[in-house]
C-alpha cells in the first residue's frame, strides 16, 4: 500500500459503505422473514395441484432459501468490510504515532512517490541519529507491509465469495477478514501439501492435511481453492497414490486406518467444491469427466472414474456435474461390456492393485458404486440419470423385447433398466473376504432418492416437493419390474428397507390402483382423484404390478415396517380429511358416509392385506424369531417419526387437502394419524418382546384384526374430532370395510401371484 494512500486516507467513504451493508442487511433479514413466513408458508399450505404442486411450489421453495443465502452473504460482505475498515484505521494510526514519536527524535518523514523516505535533523548532534532512522523505516515499513496484507487479503476474499456463484448467492458465512483470509491460505497449504510428491509427505503432513479437510470440508471459499488449485488430475493422482502402499511405506504403514476418514473428508471437501461457479471449478468438472475413461497414471493403474467415484460417497456434488459425469461413466461401461452383452471387466481389480475405497464395504474398483452413492445424497441427478437412456432401438445390442404382433424386436433401456434388471456385476469384496452388498445396497439407495425427491436415509419434511412426472415414470418402472421378476428384490433383501420407503412416500397413487378404475372413464377417474387426492404427477400402476409389488416387499421386516406405518397414518388422515365438515363441495368424494368410510377402508385393508401375504411367506415355518423382527421394524419406527408423523412416513409429500383442512395439508402431525401411529408402535413393542410368535395362520388372522382395529379407531376418531353424531356408525363401516380389503387381498394374491406364495 503506498505510504500516502495510508497516511492521508479518509475512511468516510469505507464508512459509508460499511453503514449501507449494515441496512442492507436489516432490510434483507425483513424480507428473509417474509420469504419463509409469507411466501414459503403460504406455499406451502397452498392447494396446489398439478404442475404448480411440482414446479412452481419447489420455485417458490429455492426463492425463499435465497432470501436467507443473501442475507447470509450479505452478512459476511459487511463483516469483512467492516474489518477492514477498522483495521486499516488502527494502521493509519500506528502509522501516524510512529512518525510522531520520530519528530520527537528529530527524525522527518516525507512522501516519496508510493513510498517514503527518513530525514535525521543535520544539526543534531546525536549518535544515534542513524539508527534511529533505520529503526523508523523498518517500523513504517512493517505498517505498511501489514496494511497492504489486510487490503489484498479482504479483496481477495470478498472477490471469492462473490465468485462462488454465477446466480443468486453462496451462503457462505464468515465473521471478518481473517476467518476468510484464513480459509484461502489453508487451502493454499493443505493443495501444496496434496500435490507433493507422495514418497515426500510426511506422517505429521498427512495428520495436518486429514484435520484441515476435516475442519473446513464445508467451508465454500476453502473448498473451491482447494481444488481448482490441486485440479482435476492432481486430485486423482493424490488418491491413487496415498491409498498405494509401495509409495509411502511410511505414512501407510502408520495411517492406513485414517485412509477412510481422509476420504470422507475429502469428498465432503469436493462436494462443496463442486457447488462454486468459478471459472476454475467450471474447468475442474469438465477436467475429472474427462479424464474418467483414462488411466490416472501413464503406466497404468486405475482409471479416472474408479478413483473418482470413491471420493463423492459424502456430499452433495452439484447436479449437471453428476449427471454429465455419469453419461460418461456409462458410456464407458458401454463401451468395456459391448453395450451390456457380457460383464465389466475393466472394473475388476488387477493384482495388487490397493483398494480406493477404504471404509471396507467394498474395494472401490466398480466405480458405479461410488457414483450411486453420490446420486443418493442428490436427487434431482438421480432422477435424471436413472431416466435417461442407456441403449436405443437404434443401437447395436442384444435386448429384445416382443412387439405388438409377438416378433422379437430391439428393446430400449434406460439407465434403470440396465442397473437393476440387466447389468452383470463385478464380484466384490468386503474387508472380510466376504462377497459385498454395496453396489446393489446403494442402487437401491440411488432409486430412493431418485424416486422421493429427498436423499436417501433421511424422511420428507413440508419443503420436499410433491412428485414430478419424471420420479413418477421411475416409480412406475420399478413397481413393473419388481412385479414381472420378485427376485429382483427378495434375492437382495437388504434392498427392501428403501423400497419400503419409496413405497410408503407412493401410498395415495398404490390406493389409486387397487380400485382397478378404468383410466378411460374419466368420471370414474375423477372421483377416484378426489377419494385419493394427489398433489403433483400420479404414478400411474397396474392393480396386479402393485399387489405382486406389495407382496414382495412384505417379505423383509423393514420394507414391510415402512409401507405398514406409511399406510396406517395416510388411513387415518384421509378419515380425518373426507370426515370433516368444512371440506369444500368441489372436493367431496360423495355425500354418502358410509360408501367413503368404506371405500377408504377397504383400500387400506388390502394393502395390509397384502403385505402381511408377503409377511407369511417370510416366515413360513418355525421362524419365531423372524417374525419378531416384522414388530420390532415397526416399533422402531417411532423414534424416526418422532414430531412429525405425516411427514415422517412420507404421506405428506404427495397427500393434498383444502386449506380449511391444514393439518394434511404439507404432511403435519393430526391428531388421528397420531393416536393410530402410537397405537400401533404400542402394540408392536408388546409382541416383539413376546416369548413366542404367532403360527403363520393365526398370524394372518391377527393381521386381520389389528387392521380392522386401526381402521375402526381412526374411523371413529376422525368422526369424534368434527363432532359427527354417528360416529359408531362410521367406525362399523370402517370395521367393515377394512375386513373386506384385507380377506380380498389374501384372495387376489392367490390370483395374481400364487406361485410367490406358502398355503397360509
Do not use: C
Request: charged share 30%; proline share 3%.
Amino acid at each position: 500500500m503506498d505510504f500516502e494512500a495510508l497516511h492521508s486516507a479518509n475512511f468516510k467513504l469505507l464508512d459509508d459503505t460499511v453503514t449501507d451493508w449494515t441496512s442492507m442487511l436489516t432490510k434483507l433479514k425483513e424480507l428473509e422473514k417474509d420469504a419463509r413466513e409469507g411466501l414459503r408458508g403460504k406455499a406451502i399450505k397452498a392447494n396446489w395441484a398439478g404442475y404448480n404442486a411440482t414446479v412452481s411450489r419447489e420455485f417458490i421453495g429455492k426463492t425463499a432459501g435465497e432470501f436467507d443465502d443473501a442475507q447470509k452473504q450479505a452478512k459476511s460482505i459487511r463483516d469483512i468490510l467492516q474489518d477492514t475498515r477498522d483495521e486499516l484505521k488502527t494502521q493509519q494510526r500506528l502509522l501516524k504515532e510512529a512518525i510522531e514519536r520520530g519528530r520527537g527524535k528529530q527524525l522527518n518523514v516525507k512522501a516519496e512517490g508510493s513510498g517514503f523516505r527518513v530525514d535525521g535533523n543535520p544539526d543534531s548532534k546525536s549518535s544515534t541519529g542513524q539508527k534511529d532512522a533505520n529503526d523508523l523505516r523498518d517500523e513504517l515499513e512493517g505498517i505498511l507491509k501489514e496494511a497492504t496484507r489486510i487490503d489484498t487479503s479482504a479483496s481477495e476474499a470478498l472477490k471469492a465469495l462473490v465468485d462462488l456463484t454465477d446466480y443468486g448467492f453462496s451462503g457462505a458465512v464468515y465473521k471478518d477478514r481473517d476467518s476468510a483470509d484464513a480459509a484461502i491460505k489453508k487451502a493454499a497449504r493443505l493443495a501444496a501439501l496434496a500435490g507433493k510428491n507422495p514418497e515426500d509427505l510426511t506422517v505429521k503432513e498427512f495428520d495436518e492435511l486429514n484435520a484441515g479437510l476435516k475442519e473446513y470440508s464445508g467451508d465454500e471459499i476453502f473448498a473451491e481453492h482447494f481444488a481448482s488449485t490441486l485440479k482435476a488430475k492432481g486430485t486423482l493422482e493424490f488418491w491413487t497414490d496415498i491409498t498405494d502402499p509401495y509409495k509411502n511405506r511410511d505414512v501407510y504403514s502408520e495411517r492406513r486406518e485414517q485412509l477412510d476418514d481422509l476420504q470422507k473428508n475429502l469428498s465432503l471437501t469436493l462436494a462443496t467444491a463442486s457447488q462454486a461457479d468459478t471459472p476454475e471449478m467450471s474447468q475442474w468438472r469438465v477436467d475429472m469427466t474427462n479424464l474418467g475413461s483414462q488411466p490416472v497414471h501413464k503406466n497404468g493403474g486405475p482409471m479416472g472414474f474408479q478413483v473418482m467415484s470413491n471420493l463423492m460417497r459424502w456430499g452433495n456434488f452439484e447436479d449437471r456435474f453428476l449427471t454429465d459425469y455419469g453419461s460418461a461413466l456409462m458410456d464407458t461401461e458401454k463401451k468395456h461390456t459391448s453395450n451390456g452383452r457380457h460383464g465389466a471387466a475393466v472394473w475388476s481389480p488387477m493384482g495388487m492393485d490397493p483398494d480406493l475405497n477404504r471404509t471396507g464395504t467394498d474395494s472401490g474398483h466398480d466405480p458405479m458404486i461410488g457414483f450411486l452413492k453420490a446420486l443418493s445424497n442428490s436427487p434431482d441427478a438421480a432422477t435424471d440419470f436413472f431416466n435417461d437412456d442407456f441403449v436405443t432401438k437404434d443401437e447395436d445390442h442384444d435386448f429384445k423385447t416382443k412387439n405388438k404382433d409377438g416378433k422379437e424386436v430391439k428393446d430400449e433401456l434406460s439407465n434403470f433398466d440396465y442397473l437393476f434388471e440387466e447389468r452383470d456385476w463385478p464380484p466384490e469384496m468386503d474387508d472380510k473376504g466376504e462377497d459385498s452388498s454395496s453396489g446393489r445396497n446403494n442402487l437401491a439407495l440411488a432409486l430412493e432418492a431418485a424416486t422421493t425427491g429427498h436423499p436417501a436415509g433421511e424422511l420428507p419434511t413440508i419443503d420436499t416437493p410433491p412428485h414430478n412426472a419424471e420420479q413418477t415414470k421411475l416409480m412406475e418402472s420399478l413397481v413393473h419390474s419388481i412385479s414381472d421378476d420378485n427376485e429382483r428384490l427378495t434375492k437382495y433383501g437388504y434392498m427392501s428397507d428403501s423400497i419400503g420407503q419409496i413405497a410408503s412416500e407412493y401410498l395415495p397413487d398404490i390406493n389409486r390402483a387397487t380400485t382397478d378404475t378404468d383410466p378411460e372413464d374419466k368420471e370414474a377417474r375423477a372421483r377416484i382423484e378426489k377419494l385419493f387426492p394427489i398433489a403433483g404427477s400420479e404414478a400411474v400402476m397396474d392393480h396386479r404390478d402393485v399387489s405382486r409389488f406389495l407382496l414382495t416387499v412384505g417379505q423383509d421386516p423393514e420394507g414391510y415396517a415402512a409401507v405398514e406405518v406409511g399406510q396406517k397414518a395416510y388411513m387415518a388422515n384421509l378419515m380425518d380429511y373426507h370426515l370433516n365438515p368444512d371440506l369444500p363441495a368441489d372436493h367431496r368424494y360423495t355425500e354418502n358416509k358410509q360408501l367413503l368410510v368404506s371405500e377408504i377402508a377397504h383400500a387400506s385393508g388390502e394393502v395390509s392385506g397384502t403385505l402381511n401375504v408377503g409377511r407369511q411367506e417370510a416366515v413360513a415355518g418355525p421362524a419365531d424369531e423372524a417374525d419378531k423382527k416384522y414388530e420390532q421394524s415397526v416399533a422402531q419406527w417411532k423414534n424416526g417419526i418422532s414430531g412429525g408423523v405425516g411427514t415422517g412416513i412420507g404421506v405428506g409429500v404427495s397427500f393434498i387437502a383444502s386449506p380449511v383442512v391444514g393439518a394434511a395439508v404439507g404432511g403435519g402431525a393430526s391428531t388421528v394419524s397420531s393416536m393410530i401411529l402410537e397405537e400401533l408402535f404400542q402394540d408392536a413393542e408388546g409382541k416383539a418382546k413376546d416369548e413366542a410368535g404367532a403360527k403363520m395362520g393365526e398370524n394372518w388372522e391377527n393381521g386381520q384384526d389389528s387392521n380392522l382395529k386401526y381402521t375402526r379407531n381412526a374411523a371413529e376418531a376422525a368422526a369424534k374430532a368434527h363432532h359427527l353424531p354417528d360416529s359408531g356408525d362410521i367406525a362399523e363401516w370402517a370395521r367393515t370395510g377394512a375386513r373386506d380389503g384385507y380377506l380380498s387381498a389374501g384372495t387376489y394374491a392367490d390370483q395374481v401371484a400364487p406361485e410367490l406364495q406358502t398355503e397360509i
